[in-house]
């Protein structure tokens, strides 16, 4: 569905009722698209199945974090 900027300024309640039915409303200023309104989902498991995430659990310099941040930004000489 297409809404422009004046809908969406008096008309927001219709259009978050469209959304919430699944329907995603491009809104348009001027003509042109500039926004979309889509469904909200909360997906809390994302950064969980991320493939990089707790790559550092058994590593043995991630033991003692503070020692190792000093000495990531101690100077070489």
């Known amino acids: 569905m297409k809404a422009t900027a004046k809908d969406l300024r008096f008309h927001s309640k219709e259009l978050i ?3 919430n039915r699944g329907e995603e409303v ?3 200023f001027r ?3 500039c926004a979309k309104l889509v469904p909200f989902e909360e997906n809390k498991s994302k950064i969980t ?3 990089l995430f707790g790559m550092w659990k ?3 310099q991630s033991q003692n974090v503070d020692e190792y941040v000093r000495n990531l930004r101690k ?3």
Do not use: L, N, Y
């Open 49 to 51: 199945q991320h493939k």
């Open 58 to 60: 058994d590593h043995d």
């Open 75 to 77: 100077g070489r000489f």
């Open 31 to 33: 003509g042109k698209p």
């Open 17 to 19: 009722e469209t959304v």
């Open 26 to 28: 491009v809104i348009t």
